[in-house]
């Protein structure tokens, strides 16, 4: 019903099986040639060649069962061949598989040399990449594995009975339901013990444990104390110290103010704003733009939250605001304190290694474009993936959400109407 689709998968299966003059041959000789050169003996070996006897079986399993069985009466009668959309990518690969098969120094020795090279930071090994490398180990190898998966395939009847009979008979799906309930119920226990429903102490264990985390951390270097004795700070002049006292003093009146929920959105926009122009002053561009972002996202979502809730904020008991407060000075010493200790310690700077590199590995003079987009091009990449998602998840916010005018409060109203 479909030999065009039929002659891909077989090819396809082939090349998956290792069948000669396809690129999976070459590759399952390269994957015997290194497990003989590193192993002491034959078990490795021996283990291998069996896995690849079982990926010749269920490839012929999948040609023969799939396009030369008997049908399946729960299948539709009407089999037809799939749109030539549909085939053209398979028909790609099927084509690359072959073309790989035939001439692989040709088409992938170079590419392969630069993705060793880059892997190992240092020139590739020598390697070599042809059809024929003479009768030896790995293609003894190719071959039992050829032969023993054509015999496990015809003999699948009576390993299928035998397997019925034995391993059949254990069912995995006990231990495994068992581990699946012992951890739902011990994750279920860990929540309660920590969500109480309360934002205070699921705060403060998630401050302490990230702080505790950092403290081991320094802790567990041996004979080096937590502070080093020379500290490294970053100069800075007037302006920028100015800056930050007032993001300070900021952040200090949002804790009086707080009550008063859209003032204190508006400081702490602020606030983020003036961290963004931070990173601007030392050179930090896509951190910059990073904050800023994610700064206008926030102040939306916020935005649009305090809609649907009070202007103002119910007031706090005294039992929450010395809790509160020892809280906030414990992890704001502890952080200050880390902060310290990686300012004041002796470490290896990686800068030397970019600047020398930057020209002759990145192909740009700018060491912070270079960094950005080609040493770190996967970590940018990231960033540029969670702004895209975040102005996605904007856009369908917005999308869904009716807002309706508010009614002016009563004496407003009293005024338009006159």
Known sequence: HMPRTALLAIIAASAMAG???????????LFFTETLDVSTNWLLPILVTLGAVFSVAYSIRFIHDTFFGEPSPDLPTNIHEP?????????????????????????????????????????????????????????MMSGVAMLGGLLVYTARRPLTRWHELTLGRLNAKTPYNFVLRALQLGSETLTHAFDQGRLQPMAFWTLAITLGAGLIGFASIPAAPLFGTEPRATPFDGITALGMLIMMGLAL??????????????????????????????????????QLSVEVVTLILMLLALRYLPQKSPPDGTKRVWPDALLAGVIGAGAAALTYAIMSRDFASIAGYFIENSLSLGGGHNVVNVILVDFRGYDTFGEISVLALAALGIYALLQGIKLTPLAPPPIAAARLAH
């Open 19 to 29: 069948v000669p003059l396809l690129n999976g041959f070459l590759s399952k000789e």
């Open 83 to 139: 749109p030539l959309m549909m085939r053209i990518p398979v028909l790609i690969l099927v084509v690359a598989c072959l073309a790989v098969g035939l001439a692989p120094a040709l088409l992938v020795g170079g590419i392969l040399n630069l993705s060793v090279s880059a892997a190992l930071n240092a020139p590739a090994p020598v390697f070599s990449l042809a059809l024929w490398h003479g009768f030896n180990a790995p293609l």
């Open 253 to 290: 009146s949002i804790a009086f103010i707080h009550a008063q929920r859209f003032i204190a959105l508006l400081l702490l926009s602020v606030i983020g704003l003036g961290v963004s122009l931070l990173f601007v002053r030392y050179s930090a561009p896509d951190l910059a733009l990073t």
